[in-house]
T-cell receptor
Framework: DQQVKQNSPSLSVQEGRISILNCDYTNSMFDYFLWYKKYPAEGPTFLISISSIKDKNEDGRFTVFLNKSAKHLSLHIVPSQPGDSAVYFCAASTGNQFYFGTGTSLTVIP | GAGVSQSPRYKVAKRGQDVALRCDPISGHVSLFWYQQALGQGPEFLTYFQNEAQLDKSGLPSDRFFAERPEGSVSTLKIQRTQQEDSAVYLC?????????????FGPGTRLLVL
C-alpha cells in the first residue's frame, strides 16, 4: 500500500522555465514532508522540507507547497537549470518513519 | 570524508548465502536509519536506531533481516539465507539529533544482487 505517490515518472523542462513536481499522500497523520534529489550511484540528498503547520516554504530557487485538504505536495524549481536534472523523491513522516514516493526523473534541457 | 559511508558498494550473493552490509554514519550522529530501495521504487523504511538502541524495526521484511549498532556508531545490516527478492539497494542515513525534523544524510548505498 503506497502511502506516498508520485504519479509522473518523468518530466522534461526547458532551461530557465519552471519545473513542477507533484506528490500525493493518503495518510492524514503525516505532519512533516521533504523533497530529496538523487543522482545515479549516489544516495538521496535533502533539498527542502515543510511542516504541516505551514503551506509554503521557500529556499532559493526551490519552493515547496503543501495542500493538506487535498493531501498534495509540490516542488517548484524556478528557474530550472541543467544541473537540476536528477530523480526527485518526496517523503512524508509520522513518528520516526519516513515514507518515500517512487520518484520523478527531471530532465532540464539546455 | 565527512559523509555517511557504506560498504561494500556492490555485493553479489548466491541464493541462501548470508550477507553483512556496513554503515558508517557521520561522526557523532545519534540517529541511524536503514532503507531498502527496489528497482524503480522509492526507499522503504527498514529500521531506526537512536544511539545503540533499535527503537523501530517494524520495516524489516522478515526474520532473516537483522540490524545492530552495538556501540552507537557503526551499524550492520545482516541478511540471512538471501533470496532473489532481497536484491535491492540498501541505504543508510544518519541525523545529528533525535528530532525527526533533522536532515537525514544518506550514504551512497550498497547494491545487493542475489542470484
Amino acid at each position: 500500500d503506497q502511502q506516498v505517490k508520485q504519479n509522473s515518472p518523468s518530466l522534461s523542462v526547458q532551461e530557465g522555465r519552471i519545473s513542477i513536481l507533484n506528490c500525493d499522500y493518503t495518510n492524514s497523520m503525516f505532519d512533516y514532508f521533504l523533497w530529496y534529489k538523487k543522482y545515479p550511484a549516489e544516495g538521496p540528498t535533502f533539498l527542502i522540507s515543510i511542516s504541516s503547520i505551514k503551506d509554503k516554504n521557500e529556499d532559493g530557487r526551490f519552493t515547496v507547497f503543501l495542500n493538506k485538504s487535498a493531501k498534495h505536495l509540490s516542488l517548484h524549481i524556478v528557474p530550472s537549470q541543467p544541473g537540476d536534472s536528477a530523480v526527485y523523491f518526496c517523503a512524508a513522516s509520522t513518528g520516526n518513519q519516513f515514507y518515500f514516493g517512487t520518484g520523478t526523473s527531471l530532465t532540464v534541457i539546455p | 570524508g565527512a559523509g555517511v559511508s557504506q560498504s561494500p558498494r556492490y555485493k553479489v550473493a548466491k541464493r541462501g548465502q548470508d550477507v553483512a552490509l556496513r554503515c558508517d554514519p557521520i561522526s557523532g550522529h545519534v540517529s541511524l536509519f536503514w532503507y531498502q530501495q527496489a528497482l524503480g521504487q522509492g526507499p522503504e523504511f527498514l529500521t531506526y536506531f537512536q544511539n545503540e538502541a533499535q527503537l523501530d524495526k517494524s520495516g524489516l521484511p522478515s526474520d532473516r533481516f537483522f540490524a545492530e549498532r552495538p556501540e552507537g556508531s557503526v551499524s550492520t545490516l545482516k541478511i540471512q539465507r538471501t533470496q532473489q527478492e532481497d536484491s535491492a539497494v540498501y541505504l543508510c542515513a544518519s541525523t545529528g539529533l533525535v528530532s525527526r525534523q533533522e536532515t537525514q544524510y544518506f550514504g551512497p548505498g550498497t547494491r545487493l544482487l542475489v542470484l
